[in-house]
């Protein structure tokens, strides 16, 4: 048997991947409106349970908007990337970073979603950031809907529910693809769509319980996401003609529990409803597999005439996606349950666990890339991928974080695997490049990042940015492109 040196392609992207919300703070700053994300209050580990911190409701809108609210906000805050961005693009610059993903946060640009005009001042810091990349020749990878719909599209529409929202969107992105046409030609539509169908708020603006029937509410408001994505599409050909837009999906892989053949259609419906959102954008179509899934939730889609048409006609040209961890699927419930990125899985008996309970599973991203390629035949760019950890800063202030290396290496290993299987990859963003304030929990003691940043769950701390060892062991591994890991 001949030996196989798998390697990656020469162009392979390597850089980092962040959100507005999770990074920018200066919330209330150059004009910018409140987001989703604003209204996310941190809540101490003790009394944190996954539906008060993934989920909000009108009440903890009203009590954030009024006056009686002690709670913090620490997506509000940030890590104060708006006023440092220099400094951080230049630490980017220093690993060797050729991409860097980042969001454009919505309401910076229309404060309200709705406006009839853009914030200038917004537009302005987002040239700036983008000037600073190019000065290093880093390629922006740009997303336009991260988690950070405009409150005013809430208020007024009760989000993404609402058809209307559709049109505030493309006018949104039509504005920023003319704005940057000359600085960005890889754009992504929205952030984990799947996101909107497991929290409503998070992913869409959409208060649940303003909702009569919110199933219903949260699928509409995905075939709003779809067909704006789609004319999105449209748009960037028409204003960028070399531009690209991706889709991006939390790749929730589930293996059967057991060989148990119910458990083996268990994992493959599972998979169809988390491959069910790539599969509209690749595809250009509602996939077969759902009519019953709707047919039996009561689920009915409202589409205007020509929707079907341009979900067809102005599909993705790449795929993108965040990998964390893979997930077991039973038809018995019974066995111990872990931690996961937006949703919660039984324990793999073969698998290791972050601090938060999320599997380690390396070998799942080789397995997840080959059958999106397979699926798809597109090219697939990982915008996500790493690991939260605790981490102890030194006395003489350095931070060892073998762990972390220890995650990245082995899953960057199997990813240069599935580029020797013959997967067309485009580059690998990890998650976090610098520590950020955690979505699913709003911590900053749940760190990703190579580069460290002083602040605490309780918002204290110097903001200082110092290197872990991470930092040299990433630099390596992109100046090598990939080979030394
Ligand atoms: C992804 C999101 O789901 O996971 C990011 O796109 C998020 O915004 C990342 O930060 C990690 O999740 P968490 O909850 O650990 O921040």
């Known amino acids: ?79 104060d990337f708006y006023h440092r961005y220099k400094e951080d693009i230049a630490l980017f610059a220093e690993m060797g970073f050729t991409a860097f993903r980042f969001s454009i946060n919505w309401s910076r640009i229309f404060p309200k979603g709705y406006d009839e005009t853009p914030n200038e001042a917004g537009l302005q810091f987002y040239d700036n950031v983008l000037n600073e990349l190019a000065k290093y020749n880093i390629e922006p990878i740009v997303t336009l809907a991260h988690y950070e719909t405009p409150y005013g599209l809430t208020e007024k529409y009760n989000g993404w529910v609402s058809r209307e929202v559709i049109d505030h969107f493309v006018r949104y992105a039509e504005t920023v693809f003319i704005r940057y046409k000359d600085k960005v030609k890889y754009w992504i539509s929205f952030n984990e769509i799947n996101m909107i169908t497991i929290s409503p708020f998070t992913g869409g603006g959409i208060l649940s319980d303003k909702e009569e029937d919110p199933m219903q509410a949260k699928y509409q408001g995905l075939h709003h996401q779809f067909v704006a994505s789609a004319l999105a599409t449209k748009k960037l050909h028409e204003i960028i003609p070399h531009g690209k837009m991706g889709c991006m999906l939390a790749r929730m892989s589930h293996y059967p529990y057991t060989p148990n053949p119910e458990d083996v259609l268990k994992a493959q419906k599972d998979n169809q409803d988390n491959l069910f959102f790539t599969d ?119 931070i060892h974080d073998n762990y972390r290396i220890d995650y990245l290496r ?76």
Do not use: C
Request: charged fraction near 30%; hydrophobic fraction near 30%.
């Open 280 to 398: 509209v954008h690749a595809r250009g179509k509602y996939p077969k597999y759902m009519e019953r899934f709707f047919i039996e939730n009561d689920i009915n889609i409202v589409k205007e005439t020509g929707d079907d048409k341009i979900l067809k006609q102005y599909p993705v040209d790449y795929i993108t996606i965040s990998y964390y961890m893979s997930m077991l699927s039973s038809i018995s419930p019974e066995g111990e349950v872990t931690e996961g990125n937006l949703m919660n899985s039984l324990k793999n008996p073969y698998l290791e666990a972050s601090d938060w309970g999320w599997q380690i599973d390396p070998v799942g991203i080789r397995v997840v890339l080959n059958d999106m390629y397979d699926r798809y035949e597109l090219p697939i760019f990982i915008v996500e991928n790493g690991l939260g950890a605790y981490d102890r800063v030194e006395e003489d202030g350095s």
């Open 1 to 79: 048997m001949t030996q196989y040196k798998a390697k990656f392609p020469e162009n392979f992207y390597w850089g980092g991947a962040t959100a507005a919300n999770q990074i920018e703070g200066a919330f209330d700053k150059g004009g910018k409106g409140l987001s989703a994300a604003d209204f996310v209050e941190y809540i101490p580990k003790d009394q944190r349970t996954k539906d008060n911190t993934m989920e909000i409701m009108s009440e903890q809108i009203r009590k954030s908007l009024s006056s009686e609210s002690s709670a913090r906000y620490p997506k509000r805050e940030g890590i």
């Open 410 to 485: 082995k899953h960057i290993e199997q990813i240069k695997e599935a580029a020797g299987d013959g997967v067309e990859l485009m580059g690998y963003l990890a998650w976090g490049p610098i520590d950020l304030v955690s979505m699913s929990t709003s911590e900053m003691s749940k760190r990703y990042g190579f580069i460290y940043v002083d602040k605490d769950d309780e918002g204290n701390g110097t903001l200082e940015r110092s290197r872990k060892d991470s930092f040299y062991w990433y630099k390596q591994v992109i100046e090598s492109n990939g080979e030394k890991l």
